[in-house]
């Protein structure tokens, strides 16, 4: 009869334990797109997103500094130690499966008292003691627990994922700084390379001047612009300054200049940027991912307020000895033991408990909408940086050309004038148009980079790495597939 009893037992036990109470969590879904616009030819499964980030920038200077601040960033730290707390977070959340167990020791002495507790023993004055070890355990019959870890994972996986972000938004933020840099250095070298030619104009009219076959205005004209121009040499200065500072702060170091030696144009471009499936990009977007593990958690958050419904189930045991007097603790008619089982549930909680269910319900739409919303900014980046890219070689050719007619109407102006068959009017006009057509090439230089580092960032660049990999070398990665650009 008692296993029979147990047999029962075990098997209604078995029967609720199989009662999880909740939705099913099911992985939210976005309408992805057939191709991205702006995507060139039919979709292809190659990505450059499947390329690690050395394979993409490959200036041996920048790989320095990316590799400086994948160690030493203050950003990339701090979220690392958000994975660590997630992690045991976790844990945490595990470890209530499991039975915990605790002891319990005491020693008193007194009248009318036993253990630390007041009572009647006749007036007596004796010493007592009690020592025992308690064990409980809540059966997660309704899945309370259940659901408790899989908010703590999503948690952590979603942690993880905000590390990897972390990780890209890193890699990109110093290559556009490093770009940038690189760019001003440009911009300078035209200032100079302008105002020596406008010194030169300037030597020009003063001898002119001074041989009584110009006039003052054309003196006092060049004397202007070259004014002008130089005026922006200083401020160009304090703008790389300002620019190295703001890279060091991404390497976890202290203001200071960025050495460095190419240029902006030797630059490196890769030959083919193939955006890949759209979607793939829902699968490798480090905030789609977490957007996703949300949805996650708000779903077993959900099901741990229908939960809150039915009663906790709980076993108890506890086994010890306890004596009074205390010299009697050893014999074995002073043991103690129990085996104890509770069930605790509501009655009536004034709709608090249908009200945090609601809640749940609605923060679980909520994180569905953000998911979708999230995808659908993904596409969008990719998308501007795909259109970007293809309208930027269009503008570029054009600008280059600009910057040819520009050098050959100052070369022939100024000759014109030495000949006297142009007036000064013609060589300043031709300088000044030159300056600001020399200084739109160098934006446009600049950005045909950094709409690399866009969509590489925008399709989850370096998704295939793990966080260890991310701190690797050109020696340790796979060799370009194809020769590079410029």
């Known amino acids: 009869m008692r296993k029979l009893s147990l047999a029962i037992a075990l098997g209604s036990l078995g029967l609720f334990s199989g009662c999880v109470v909740g939705p099913k969590y099911t992985p939210p879904t976005a309408a992805a797109p057939p191709t991205f616009r702006g995507q060139e030819g039919a979709a292809q499964p190659a990505s450059i997103a499947d390329l690690p980030w050395w394979e993409v920038f490959q200036d041996q200077t920048l790989q320095g500094l990316v590799r400086t601040a994948i160690a030493n960033n203050f950003d990339l730290r701090i979220a690392a130690t958000r994975v660590e707390q997630a992690r045991e977070l976790a844990s945490q959340a595990r470890s ?97 390379r302008t105002a020596d030619s406008l010194k030169g104009s300037l030597k020009i009219f003063e001898e002119r001047l001074e041989g009584g076959t110009a006039s ?24 790389i300054a ?31 940027v193939p955006a890949g499936l759209p979607s793939t990009l829902l699968e490798r977007r480090p905030d789609i991912l977490a957007a ?11 099901g741990i307020a229908t939960a809150a419904f039915f009663p906790s189930i709980g076993l108890t045991t506890l086994f010890g000895g306890m004596s009074a007097p205390l010299q009697d603790f050893a014999m074995g008619r002073n043991a103690v033991w129990s085996i104890a089982a509770s069930a605790t549930g509501p009655l009536y909680a004034g709709g608090s408990l249908r ?40 503008i570029r050719v054009q600008q280059i050309q600009a910057v040819k007619s ?58 295939n790495l793990k966080t260890p990999e991310w701190a690797g070398t050109p020696a340790t990665g796979a060799a370009p597939t194809s020769a590079p650009t410029k």
Request: no cysteine.
């Open 96 to 192: 209530q499966y499991r039975p915990s167990a605790g002891y319990e020791a005491i020693a008193s002495g007194g009248k009318n008292e036993a253990a630390g507790t007041l009572g009647l023993n006749g007036g007596n004055t004796q010493a007592s003691g009690l020592a025992g070890i308690e064990a409980t355990w809540d059966l997660d019959l309704w899945g309370k627990i259940r659901h408790m870890n899989e908010a703590a994972l999503a948690g952590y996986l979603a942690s993880e994922q905000g590390r990897r972000g972390v990780l890209l938004s890193l890699v990109s933020s110093v290559a556009q700084g490093y770009y940038e840099l690189l760019e001003l250095d440009l911009q300078l070298e035209i200032a100079y």
């Open 216 to 239: 003052r205005l054309e003196t006092v004209r060049a004397e202007a612009a070259l004014a002008s121009t130089a005026a922006q040499i200083p401020d160009l200065e304090r703008r």
């Open 242 to 272: 300002l620019q190295e500072n703001e890279i060091n702060l991404l390497l976890g170091n202290t203001p200071g200049p960025i050495q460095r030696n190419a240029k902006l144009a030797e630059e490196i471009l890769p030959p083919d």
């Open 292 to 302: 996703e593990q949300a949805v996650r958690a708000a779903n077993a958050q959900v």
């Open 355 to 394: 009200s945090v269910k609601r809640q749940a319900i609605d923060a679980w739409e909520e994180t569905k909408l953000r998911y979708e919303q999230t995808a659908l900014g993904a596409f969008r980046d990719v998308s501007n940086a795909l259109i970007t890219r293809q309208r930027l070689e269009a």
């Open 406 to 463: 520009g050098r050959e109407a100052v070369e022939v102006s100024t000759q014109r004038y030495t000949a006297g068959k142009s007036s000064y009017y013609e060589v300043l006009t031709a300088q000044q148009e030159l300056f600001p057509a020399e200084n739109a090439l160098a934006q446009t230089e600049f950005n045909r980079r950094l709409v690399i580092v866009q969509l590489y960032q925008a399709l989850g660049g370096g998704w």
